[in-house]
């Protein structure tokens, strides 16, 4: 008998060169006034936002832009971006750019409409008043476009904490891989691997099914042209970069149903208190993950392995290896004061194998020690 399945995808997905102005028509339907929620200069560098403004203007839609979000957003941050779109009587919003961006703008579309106490932000009973999205990604790694998460810096838990849900799946997400032609390598490189990392977490997720596996699987074996390519150190084609937006849209996808584990709530505190780029921390540690999963699961290893066309762990780890370079330096009490925290985390008893504090300690110590 076939396994039950449960699938849901409320945001309407268009992916496609020039598809802002191709399908400009959605911008009216959601109101009159919209915020540009952005980072400080990549929209503006890679021509995303001049579209969008141009086709704010050919509709007469006013707008107010928002272009304070760093690496990383706080809960600060998305508390001051809501202050203003309540105060300019914002309609919708825009989110443009990585997963910054992206999570900072579903958090503002959350706290423009409901008065929530910054203690109850992880944890309040939402209600459905949100503002209407567009999110317009900018880098192939995190898919927040089609998921329902928004991912902040949370300095009372001292880690990255999620509001989790479904009243934040964007209305609308727009991909358009071109405005990802001139990303620099390393940029490229860590986004693809936070791609890889929601691909293969899903993929050993207790939450998993089979529509979610296909569609992990799908993805895995997308990035891969990708990843040879970074790993030779030439440049990306478009074609290139059309597939590393496709795995990552299926990566957000994925995680949207199944949810991330362990890895994330391993790499979260390497980007808290090191400021390690979120794709990189996780990928730093997903080699000896795998390991502890083929333990008890090796069919499952093995069919990872094979998407990526590589023969066993060690080939995995040479990829990671090629892609990483150098590695960071810690000491074994910062991995004992990560390992209390991760173990705190809902995402670590989501994998197919829980790990318990001392697997978390062990993980964190082959990894990086």
């Given at each position: 008998m076939m396994n039950p399945i449960y699938y849901n995808l409320p945001t309407k997905i268009?992916?496609?060169?020039?598809c802002v102005q191709n399908h400009s028509e959605i911008f009216p339907q959601l109101g009159h006034k919209a915020m540009l929620v952005t980072?400080?200069?990549?929209?503006?560098?890679?021509?995303?936002?001049n579209d969008i403004l141009a086709i704010l203007k050919?509709?007469?839609?006013?707008?107010?832009?928002?272009?304070?979000?760093?690496?990383?957003?706080?809960?600060?941050?998305?508390?001051?971006?809501?202050?203003?779109?309540?105060?300019?009587?914002?309609?919708?919003?825009?989110?443009?750019?990585g997963g910054s961006p992206m999570d900072a703008g579903k958090a503002i579309a959350l706290?423009?409409?409901?008065?929530?106490?910054?203690?109850?932000?992880?944890?309040?009973?939402?209600?459905?008043?949100?503002?209407?999205?567009?999110?317009?990604?900018?880098?192939?790694?995190?898919?927040?476009?089609?998921?329902?998460?928004?991912?902040?810096s949370n300095p009372r838990a001292q880690t990255k904490t999620s509001i989790a849900t479904n009243v934040l799946f964007p209305n609308y997400a727009l991909l358009d891989p071109s405005y990802m032609l001139d990303l620099p390598r390393k940029i490229t490189i860590h986004t693809a691997l936070d791609a890889l990392s929601h691909l293969i977490e899903a993929s050993l997720s207790k939450k998993n099914n089979d529509l979610n596996n296909a569609l992990s699987l799908e993805g895995i074996k997308a990035i891969r042209p990708a990843l040879?390519?970074?790993?030779?150190?030439?440049?990306?084609?478009?074609?290139?970069?059309?597939?590393?937006?496709?795995?990552?849209?299926?990566?957000?996808?994925?995680?949207?149903?199944?949810?991330?584990?362990?890895?994330?709530?391993?790499?979260?505190?390497?980007?808290?208190f090191r400021h390690i780029d979120h794709g990189r921390a996780n990928?730093?540690?997903?080699?000896?993950?795998?390991?502890f999963i083929e333990a008890s699961a090796p069919q499952k290893i093995r069919v990872i392995l094979n998407a990526l066309e590589?023969?066993?762990?060690?080939?995995?780890?040479?990829?990671?290896?090629?892609?990483?370079?150098?590695?960071?330096?810690?000491?074994?009490?910062?991995?004992?004061?990560?390992?209390?925290?991760?173990?705190?985390?809902?995402?670590t008893s989501n994998s197919i194998a829980t790990p318990n504090g001392d697997t978390v300690l062990q993980l964190y110590k082959q990894s990086l020690l």
């Open positions: 268009f992916m496609e060169k020039n980072g400080r200069h990549s929209a503006k560098a890679n021509g995303s936002q050919k509709h007469h839609i006013e707008y107010t832009l928002f272009d304070e979000i760093d690496s990383n957003p706080d809960i600060e941050i998305v508390y001051k971006g809501a202050r203003k779109a309540r105060a300019e009587h914002v309609e919708f919003i825009i989110a443009i750019g706290l423009a409409r409901q008065d929530i106490a910054k203690a109850d932000l992880f944890t309040a009973n939402y209600t459905s008043d949100v503002l209407p999205m567009v999110h317009i990604p900018t880098t192939a790694g995190t898919g927040s476009e089609v998921t329902q998460y928004a991912i902040l040879s390519v970074l790993q030779k150190n030439t440049p990306l084609s478009e074609k290139d970069r059309e597939s590393l937006s496709y795995a990552s849209l299926l990566g957000g996808i994925v995680i949207a149903h199944a949810g991330t584990n362990i890895v994330h709530a391993l790499g979260y505190s390497l980007t808290y990928a730093l540690l997903l080699h000896r993950y795998l390991e590589l023969k066993t762990l060690d080939d995995f780890r040479m990829l990671m290896d090629s892609l990483l370079n150098e590695k960071e330096n810690f000491t074994l009490d910062e991995l004992k004061k990560y390992s209390k925290i991760a173990l705190q985390a809902k995402n």
